[in-house]
T-cell receptor
Framework: SQKIEQNSEALNIQEGKTATLTCNYT??????LQWYRQDPGRGPVFLLL?????KEKRKERLKVTFDTTLKQSLFHITASQPADSATYLC????????????FGRGTSLIVHP | DGGITQSPKYLFRKEGQNVTLSCEQN?????MYWYRQDPGQGLRLIYY???????QKGDIAEGYSVSREKKESFPLTVTSAQKNPTAFYLC???????????FGPGTRLTVL
């Protein structure tokens, strides 16, 4: 069965360091992968989308990589700030190019001042 | 302001009662979605609609119903047949040219 794995343990880092979150998937070749940010009690907010033919995408302090051979995406936040503390969800197209992503459980990031 | 709204933010109901959650968007998006989120869980798709007067079941549609009479509105009814209705419900929308989903603020439903 298709599966999306994100680390269930919270990631704790010091302010100014680079945070790296992982999203692994199995049994499918998604056309795209997305990353969202979710704050407690609020709806997710879209951050970045990377397509299967792209290796890397950047937006300000954010960088996403997509390795279709390893079936893995890495999400990096450089120069992290306490305001970056949130849960980060990855979402994949598991239905062959549709616009309905399947979401992972998310990883909580805590940036300490 | 363009966006997607959900109301109410908190909702309490007695067991056995149906309840309807509102979702409205002014983004002119064709597609709308309903998700359920439980603590420590990912978002699970309940229903989605790609066009007015049409909708499809998602992964966990049992005990829920929807309607799509207007492009802007996609209300979700949680029926008494839903065995574990207490959860955080999220509505989202997207346009046909983008895979990006825009989410509402969510409704937290508690069934007593």
């Amino acid at each position: 069965s298709q599966k999306i794995e994100q680390n269930s343990e919270a990631l704790n880092i010091q302010e100014g360091k680079t945070a790296t979150l992982t999203c692994n998937y199995t049994n499918y070749s998604p056309a795209y992968l997305q990353w969202y940010r979710q704050d407690p009690g609020r709806g997710p907010v879209f951050l970045l989308l990377i397509r299967e033919n792209e290796k890397e995408k950047r937006k300000e302090r954010l960088k996403v990589t997509f390795d279709t051979t390893l079936k893995q995406s890495l999400f990096h936040i450089t120069a992290s700030q306490p305001a970056d503390s949130a849960t980060y969800l990855c979402a994949l197209d598991l239905t062959g190019g549709s616009y309905i992503p399947t979401f992972g459980r998310g990883t909580s990031l805590i940036v300490h001042p | 302001d363009g966006g997607i709204t959900q109301s109410p933010k908190y909702l309490f109901r007695k067991e056995g009662q149906n309840v309807t959650l509102s979702c409205e968007q002014n983004l002119n998006h064709d597609a709308m979605y309903w998700y359920r989120q439980d603590p420590g869980q990912g978002l699970r798709l309940i229903y989605y609609s790609q066009i007015v007067n049409d909708f499809q079941k998602g992964d966990i549609a049992e005990g829920y119903s929807v309607s799509r009479e207007k492009k802007e509105s996609f209300p979700l009814t949680v029926t008494s047949a839903q065995k574990n209705p207490t959860a955080f419900y999220l509505c989202a929308s997207s346009n046909e040219h983008s895979n990006e989903q825009f989410f509402g603020p969510g409704t937290r439903l508690t069934v007593l």
